[in-house]
């Protein structure tokens, strides 16, 4: 699947496609003084970071961030723009979320994501690493990863199978359409940001539930759900006070939560056929 979202911009004239580790690459022959630096990587997935695999969270967000930075530290890029997490956040009755909210993630992929946001602010204070960082609030649409939870249940759909539902369904999220956030990205890069930290959130806040009657509008028939436990880490609530970045950015989300589900529900139908 990563390979064929790949593939539209190998054929593109200047995309070099490096398959490596930011922890093992040397990463300052790759950059440019004046370069862009969108920092995407990382091991993302809230469930999986527990226990013994949260050496790789550590290595992947934290060590391979630092190593970046380092690299930058030497070759002076214009700008680096870092992809944070709302799952910085934690579990809070205070909603929306602000930047200025004391963070206090619920997860240990949280933490790591927020060491991260705090090594890019250092690096821009202490060296002048010219960082600015967006925390993503739940992002989705065509080419999303395989274990999130709109591709699992628009394939589960299609296939006939039925949607695990984690916990009651009364769960809200700030889903933010792909393309929005690659539009912030843009802006970021050239904005008067840097230093800052940055919510992104596509601003129309939907539980679980109200998720699932928008899927079986979109698949024209009734979902047979299974509930599950709720899972260790998971926030009851996600909401992206966005205003910041709407200053900031002039970010202002253009996709809504139909159009959207239903383009990522159109890519998975597609890769099928
Ligand atoms: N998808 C979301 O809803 C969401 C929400 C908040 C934040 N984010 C952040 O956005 C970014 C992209 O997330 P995604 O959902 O597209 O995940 P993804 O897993 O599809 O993409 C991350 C990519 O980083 C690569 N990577 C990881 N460690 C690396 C390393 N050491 N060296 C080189 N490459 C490495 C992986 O191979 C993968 O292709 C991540 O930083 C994630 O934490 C995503």
């Known amino acids: 699947m990563k390979e064929a979202n790949v593939a539209a911009a190998r054929k593109q004239r200047g995309f070099t496609f490096i398959e490596d580790d930011l922890n093992r690459l040397d990463l300052r022959a790759l950059i440019d003084e004046g370069d862009l630096v969108f920092h995407q990587a990382a091991q993302p997935g809230v469930r999986a970071s527990w226990g013994r695999t949260f050496e790789v969270y550590t290595a992947m967000n934290i060590s391979a961030t630092q190593r970046l930075l380092e690299a930058c530290k030497e070759k002076r890029p214009a700008r ?137 509008k979109i698949h024209g028939a009734p979902l047979r759900i299974r509930r599950e436990e709720k899972q260790l880490g998971d926030v009851r609530h996600t909401w992206a006070d966005v205003e910041r970045a709407r200053r900031l950015l002039g970010f202002a989300p253009r996709v809504g939560l139909a159009d959207g589900l239903r383009a990522e529900y159109d890519w998975l139908k597609s890769l099928a056929e």
């Open 80 to 216: 680096v723009v870092y992809a944070s997490s709302s799952s910085v956040y934690g579990d809070t009755d205070k909603l929306p979320e602000h930047e200025d909210d004391h963070p206090r993630p619920i997860s240990p992929y949280g933490v790591t994501k927020l060491a991260a946001e705090h090594l890019c602010v250092l690096y821009w204070k202490a060296f002048g690493v010219p960082t600015v960082s967006l925390r993503y609030f739940t992002v989705y649409g065509p080419r999303q990863r395989p274990d999130m939870a709109f591709h699992r249940w628009c394939r589960a759909a299609q296939h006939g199978e039925e949607l695990p539902l984690f916990g009651t369904g009364e769960q809200t999220r700030d889903f933010t359409f792909v393309d929005d956030i690659i539009d912030a990205n843009l802006a970021a890069a050239a904005a008067d940001c840097v230093g800052t930290v940055m919510n992104l959130g596509g601003g129309e806040r939907a539980s679980v539930r109200e998720v699932f009657d928008l899927l079986a």
